[in-house]
């Protein structure tokens, strides 16, 4: 089953085909896909050399910028991204020397990028270009012998879900009451949510989560920044308690929390402003910390602040970018 090709037909399933694939999907990012610490595991790299969340971020940009001037989708970054940093959690002798050379490291980020782009996009890159792409960093060779010892380091295993497959699922369980028929309810939560988890991608923190938490977490934080008017109590309450029952996720677990507190900082950077947390079903818990300062009195009316802005940022050409 190939989990990384949400489209619209996933709002056509039934839900009971929804639950069952987001339960596929959960058993899969907790086993065959899960990454571990490589930055901070302690593991005494400590090289000038070495790399370091910086060094990740600086490669997921160049990457974003690939796939936007080449039209491809901007889940092909988070599938890429999902190879590096599973192949640097592995023992392959490629992926320890990764570690501790940037450019091993750098030849990598282009690699995974080549991989993902070969098989989820319409055209493929070819390794030539992808050597001139390097400037003469890399030969031909240096880039197929990388991409078997990739494919080796992750036993082929490459249909892994990603945050955007969960929170397209997730999502097709909003009730069919809550839909406008304009759909201006679920655009707006789709904008929104699509847009906090592709910032999820450059952060190393978030990177460490399940995929399915930080789908979640951008669901929860567009949901409680959505007016009454357009999504009512009501129909959020039957939202979430489907979300409980159908997937599985519990919507107030810790983590999830700790990664809308987190998704919030991450947009109020991206963006210029917070994204109000208002509807109050799902209150954000803070431990009294400065760095969770989520200001919740802003006012609904305020076009500065209304989820409504979200759709109109992408049509002005603004996407999600690393801070």
Not at 58 to 72: G, S
Not at 156 to 163: A, D, E, K, Q, Y
Request: hydrophobic share 40%.
């Amino acid at each position: 089953m190939n989990m990384s090709s949400s489209s619209e037909d996933d709002f056509t399933m039934s839900s009971s085909e929804v639950a069952d694939r987001i339960a596929v999907m959960q058993q899969q990012e907790s086993n065959t896909y899960a990454c571990s610490d490589y930055i901070g595991n302690g593991n005494g790299h400590q090289s000038s050399k070495s790399v370091d969340r910086e060094c990740r971020v600086k490669m997921i940009e160049w990457t974003y910028q690939v796939v936007d001037f080449c039209k491809f989708s901007r889940n092909t970054v988070a599938i890429s991204t999902s190879y590096l940093d599973r192949f640097l959690s592995t023992s392959s002798p490629s992926a320890q020397r990764a570690l501790v050379s940037k450019k091993v490291y750098q030849l990598a980020a282009m690699v995974t990028l080549y991989l993902s782009v070969k098989l989820f996009e319409p055209m493929a890159m070819d390794p030539t270009l992808l050597a001139e792409i390097s400037q003469g960093c890399y030969t031909e060779q240096e880039i197929e012998s990388m991409e078997q010892e990739i494919l080796t380091a992750l036993q082929w295993r490459l249909n892994g879900p990603t945050s955007l497959d969960f929170m397209t699922h997730i999502l097709s369980l909003l009730p069919k009451s809550a839909n406008s028929t304009d759909n201006s309810a679920m655009m707006a939560l789709i904008d929104f949510s699509r847009f906090q988890v592709e910032l999820s991608v450059c952060d190393y923190d978030l990177s460490l989560q399940r995929k399915s938490t930080i789908a979640l977490a951008s669901i929860l934080n567009s949901l409680e920044g959505i007016d009454e008017k357009i999504i009512s109590a009501q129909q959020r309450f039957e939202f979430i308690q489907r979300i409980a029952t159908l997937s599985t996720i519990d919507p107030f677990l810790v983590e999830i929390n700790t990664a809308r507190i987190r998704l919030l900082k991450l947009f109020s950077q991206n963006v210029g402003y917070q994204l109000p947390q208002v509807a109050g079903l799902i209150p954000i818990v803070c431990d009294s910390e400065p760095s969770c300062n989520i200001e919740s009195s802003l006012q609904k009316d305020d076009a500065a602040y209304s989820p409504v802005s979200v759709p109109k940022l992408s049509r002005r050409g603004s996407v999600a970018r690393c801070a």
